[in-house]
């Protein structure tokens, strides 16, 4: 049994006088892979802009590998080893695929050879051969692999991949899962924030459900995809389209 990466306690967030999250009580432990699912609105970004600091909960405690840091500032969070992917990848278009990677290994005082490091994050995503090229060339599955690449620079402990295969194909998010899975497998803890069900499905070890703010179930994919509570939130979403 291992010890958590995370330990959320009773965290609660609002926007005025809206109550988007909370109370959350939540661990993410070593080396684990964790999907986060709940439909538009569920808390869910508002739960991870929690764990990396970019929003200060009202209450409750972050934290991360037994300490707490529920008053580290987002970049120190980084640097202990947590680390997000966005949706919406951003490269510098101006740069070439390397060059994106050697802005955050600017800030990695003990990698020496930083070229180095950056083609071998490259070759993690399987973007190696386009090292060269400029970034405003990539197609959208080669971007988001560059922004996994970028996650990966600061050596994460914790990668929390929000939605990552959003608007691939079939097989692009077949190769996305493939790379997930292959982080993990070194050691990487990951959170999947993902609406495409049958990819966090297939990926999650457990899964947890969000809606309103509150997380109404978690279990195994088999367990959340028979769990009438999430089908009822699912169902009833369905239904307002
Ligand atoms: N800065 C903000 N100010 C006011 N309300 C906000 C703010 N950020 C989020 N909210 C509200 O909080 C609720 C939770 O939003 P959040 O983005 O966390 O949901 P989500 O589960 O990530 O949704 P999605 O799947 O659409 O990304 C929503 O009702 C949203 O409108």
Redesign the pocket.
């Known amino acids: 049994m291992t010890s958590p990466a995370l330990s959320l306690r009773g965290i609660e967030k609002s926007?005025?006088v809206?109550k988007?999250?909370g109370p959350v009580d939540l661990d993410l432990m070593q080396g684990e892979r964790l999907g986060i699912i709940?439909?538009?609105?569920?808390?869910?970004?508002?739960?991870?802009?929690c764990i990396t600091g970019v929003l200060r909960p009202d209450q409750g405690s972050v934290q991360f590998m037994g300490k707490d840091i529920s008053n580290v500032p987002p970049f120190e969070r980084a640097r202990m080893g947590i680390s997000r992917s966005f949706q919406i990848p951003r490269p510098f278009i101006g740069m070439s695929v390397l060059e994106n990677l050697l802005v955050p290994l600017d800030y990695k005082p003990a990698v020496h050879n930083k070229e180095a490091r950056a083609l071998q994050l490259l070759e993690s995503v399987n973007l190696h051969q386009r090292a060269y090229d400029p970034s405003g060339d990539l197609s959208q599955l080669e971007l988001r692999k560059l922004e996994l690449a970028r996650a990966l620079a600061s050596d994460p402990k914790v990668l929390i991949a929000d939605?990552a295969m959003a608007g691939l194909s079939d097989t692009e998010i077949d190769e996305v899962l493939d790379i997930l899975m292959r982080l993990n497998a070194s050691g990487v803890a990951i959170i999947m924030?993902e609406?495409i069900m049958h990819a966090v499905m297939r990926f999650s070890q457990r899964v947890v459900c969000?809606d309103t703010?509150l997380l109404i179930a978690a279990g195994t994919a088999d367990e959340i995809a028979n769990n009438t509570t999430v089908q009822k939130v699912y169902f009833g979403e369905q239904t307002h389209h």
Not at 38 to 49: D, E, S, V
Request: without cysteine.
């Open positions: 926007f005025g809206f988007a999250l709940g439909p538009n609105g569920a808390g869910k970004t508002t739960l991870i802009n939605e924030i609406h969000f703010g």
